[in-house]
C-alpha cells in the first residue's frame, strides 16, 4: 500500500529594493504584480495574493513540497529583476535588496495575512518599510527591541 503525504505550508514573503529606494512607479508596480502571478503558477507556486509597493514586495504563496524556502526567493526575486530590467519597465537598472523574509502562516490565519498584503497602500501611509519590518520581525521574535 501506497503511502500519502498531506503538506500544506504557507508563507508570508517579503522583501525590499535594494537600500529601499522607492523605484517601482504604479505602471512598473501593476506589471512586476502580474509578473509574479504568472511566474509563480509557471513554477507551479501557488501564489494566493501579492503587493508590490515602490520599495518593496509582500506575497502569501503556499510553498511547493519539493522546494525550499531559499530557491523560492532565488527564483522569485531573480527573475523578477531580470524581467525588470530586460523590459525596461524602470528608467534605471533595477535589484532588489539582499534580505529576505519569510514567516510560516497557519491556515486559520490566512485570512488575517491576505488582509495585511491587500490593505499595503493604507498601512503605508502611517510607517516606511523599514518600520513596518522591524515591527513583523519584532513580532514573530526575530528581532529584539533595543533597550
Not at 505550508?9 to 501593476?30: D, F, S, V
Not at 539582499?98 to 491587500?118: C, D, G, P, R
Not at 490593505?119 to 502611517?126: A, L, N, S, T
Request: glycine share 2%.
Amino acid at each position: 500500500m501506497a503511502k500519502k503525504s498531506h503538506i500544506r505550508c504557507w508563507l508570508h514573503i517579503l522583501w525590499g529594493t535594494k537600500n529601499h529606494e522607492k523605484i517601482l512607479t504604479e505602471k512598473a508596480r501593476l506589471k512586476l504584480s502580474t509578473y509574479f502571478y504568472n511566474y509563480a503558477r509557471e513554477k507551479g507556486i501557488h501564489m494566493k495574493i501579492n503587493h508590490v509597493s515602490p520599495d518593496h514586495f509582500h506575497a502569501l504563496v503556499e510553498l511547493p513540497p519539493k522546494m525550499t524556502i531559499e530557491e523560492l526567493f532565488h527564483l522569485l526575486k531573480g527573475s523578477s529583476s531580470h524581467w525588470v530590467n530586460q523590459n525596461d519597465i524602470i528608467p534605471q537598472k533595477f535589484a532588489w535588496d539582499s534580505e529576505n523574509t519569510a514567516f510560516s502562516v497557519s491556515h486559520s490565519k490566512l485570512k488575517t495575512v491576505e488582509n495585511f498584503i491587500a490593505k499595503q497602500e493604507q498601512f503605508h501611509w502611517k510607517m516606511t518599510f523599514r518600520q513596518e519590518l522591524d515591527l513583523l520581525l519584532q513580532k514573530h521574535e526575530l528581532l529584539r527591541l533595543k533597550t
